[in-house]
């Protein structure tokens, strides 16, 4: 009981410090050829007394590397979603596409944040959209009229209402968070003096499967996201370690010890029906189901030198994915199944490497030391990972093309163990 009291106590504790331990992310790199969008301030977005929430739109849509906001002179009349557009106007401005807007109060205190998005090259309205929100859910709305303008824009769904978990050490503790994509209203969903490692999302964004070592051991835990509480998943003899969701949320993939050495075992998320999956005496372990859920890949030594390979997910005989280089780990498979994202050695440097898994070509994505755990956005186009700089791990996110680069780090902690969370609409 004192146990659990005391990780009760460090959440509550952690949470208070979380608004204080934002992660704060810098472009390191965009994308030739990013579209120009002008987005005026909505009219009457400054009474809601929170950061306005075309800024918050601005800097989601220039974070993905596709778009490019232009800076606009005081508007005067300020255009909102009914005036009428002058599209000569605009383009003279240099701008593709337009979003105008704004902000009225509700008769029940509420607010209403109303847009139109235009194509000023074509010359016609894309799409509008009215979104009814409390003070506190300005950063959600605005995160949404992102996702709608991007989706328009490119054909893709946006990222930037899906969540992040991520663990920050600070001194002797560690701390699981979670925080919206662009690292913002972050929240410690558990607090220890042991570490914490492998965060996995559920497929609908309520749970996370992880590993703790609580009780000296690496256990793995599944944690609700809804109400707080959490169950031992894998607590066997021996290591319990790498959690990974079928797509269907009813299946974990874990890698244990129990029967001697290391292989990978399935499991429903409550720790019940076990049964093996590998067995070889080699080294199994980091499972990761394909999106359709017909396959598993892990790493193995089985060959010599640790290398990515698959298996059915009923059951076979495991095929070797990876050639290229004798060492590659953490495989990652793209929302589309198409590609494989994982960490390679090249020339004494462990990077992310992405494998195009219909003609075989591998691409450089990173030129840093010390890249781990990369995590592919909902959408494939970007691709999480943790890394180290001056000393101290950083997150940093890589687009699947190379082009993008960021870097998301938290004034004091060292941040490691990145896990991108699905779409939960």
């Not at 410090?17 to 390191?28: D, F, G, K, N, V």
């Not at 492998?198 to 609908?204: F, R, V």
């Not at 440097?349 to 003609?359: G, H, P, S, T």
């Amino acid at each position: 009981m004192r146990f659990h009291i005391r990780i009760l106590f460090f959440a509550l504790a952690f949470v208070a410090l979380a608004a204080r331990a934002q992660l704060s992310i810098e472009i390191t790199g965009a994308g030739a050829q990013r579209v120009p969008i002008a987005i005026a301030p909505f009219a009457g977005e400054n009474a809601i007394g929170a950061t306005p929430i075309t800024q918050i739109v601005r800097a989601d849509l220039e974070r993905s590397g596709l778009f490019r906001t232009l800076e606009l002179p005081p508007l005067n009349p300020m255009p909102t979603e009914a005036t009428s557009i002058n599209y000569a106007e605009w383009r003279s401005r240099l701008a593709d596409a337009l979003v105008v807007g704004s902000v009225g109060v509700l008769p029940d205190g509420r607010y209403e944040a109303r847009f139109r998005l235009y194509d000023v090259v074509k010359q016609q309205p894309l799409g509008a959209i009215a979104y009814t929100l409390a003070k506190n859910q300005v950063r959600a709305t605005a995160h949404r009229i992102a996702d709608f303008i991007y989706e328009k824009l490119t054909g893709e769904r946006g990222v930037f209402s899906t969540r992040i978990a991520y663990v920050v050490k600070r001194g002797d503790r560690y701390e699981l968070q979670i925080a919206d994509a662009d690292g913002a209203e972050a929240e410690t969903a558990l607090a220890s003096f042991e570490p914490i490692i492998s965060p996995a999302w559920s497929p609908d964004g309520k749970r996370l499967a992880y590993v703790s070592f609580e009780q000296k051991k690496p256990v793995v835990y599944v944690h609700s996201l809804v109400d707080g509480r959490r169950a031992v998943a894998a607590n066997f003899k021996g290591s319990n370690s790498a959690p990974a969701w079928s797509p269907d949320g009813r299946t974990l993939a874990v890698c244990l010890s129990r029967e001697g050495g290391s292989q990978i075992f399935l499991m429903s998320p409550d720790g019940s029906g076990l049964r093996r999956l590998t067995s070889s005496p080699a080294i199994d372990t980091e499972p990761r189901y394909s999106p359709d859920g017909q396959w598993i890949y892990f790493t193995s030594d089985r060959g010599g030198s640790p290398q990515i390979y698959r298996m059915p997910a009923s059951g076979g005989d495991p095929q070797r994915v990876t050639f290229e280089g004798s060492y590659n780990v953490s495989p990652r498979i793209s929302p589309d199944g198409r590609t494989l994202a994982y960490i390679t050695r090249n020339s004494g440097k462990f990077q992310v490497a992405l494998l195009d898994l219909v003609n075989k070509q591998v691409q450089l994505l990173t030129d840093s030391d010390r890249d781990e755990s990369p995590s592919f956005a909902p959408n494939g186009r970007m691709i999480l990972l943790a890394t180290v700089l001056g000393g101290r791990g950083v997150l940093s996110a890589v687009s699947s093309d190379g082009r993008v680069k960021q870097r998301l780090t938290v004034t004091a902690g060292d941040v490691r163990e990145p896990a991108w969370g699905p779409f939960t609409e």
